[in-house]
């Protein structure tokens, strides 16, 4: 029986983190949304039944690199955030001016 290769599916998980953190960064949110479905569907491989099979030291491991991912996570969720909240300053501000440029000329 091979083993699970449950290493291999982290690392791939890492590397989509990195990218969704760029792309967070860069705020190249539909690359991103593609991203995050990959993402997620390579996570999705550790929903198996082959867990069960591991042993507890392999089992702490996987607990330990999964807790790390959770973290990676909020880093990006925090990113996101931030640049949700400038978005939304940023039509505040637009919304105040064309307001202003309104009155403006109906004066």
Not at 20 to 42: C, H, I, M, P
Not at 78 to 88: H, M, N, P, T
């Amino acid at each position: 029986m091979q083993e699970f290769d449950w290493r291999g599916i982290i690392e791939q998980t890492k590397e989509f983190n990195k990218r969704l953190r760029d792309n967070a960064e860069k705020g190249e949110w539909d690359r991103f949304g593609e991203l995050s479905l990959q993402r997620d569907q390579v996570l999705h491989q550790l929903d198996c039944p082959a867990l069960q099979t591991l042993d507890e030291s392999e089992s702490m491991a996987l607990s330990a690199e999964i807790a790390a991912l959770q973290r990676q996570n909020q880093t990006i969720q925090a990113i996101s955030q931030r640049y949700l909240a400038d978005i939304r300053q940023e039509h505040q501000q637009n919304r105040t001016n064309n307001r202003a440029i309104n009155a403006y000329h109906r004066s």
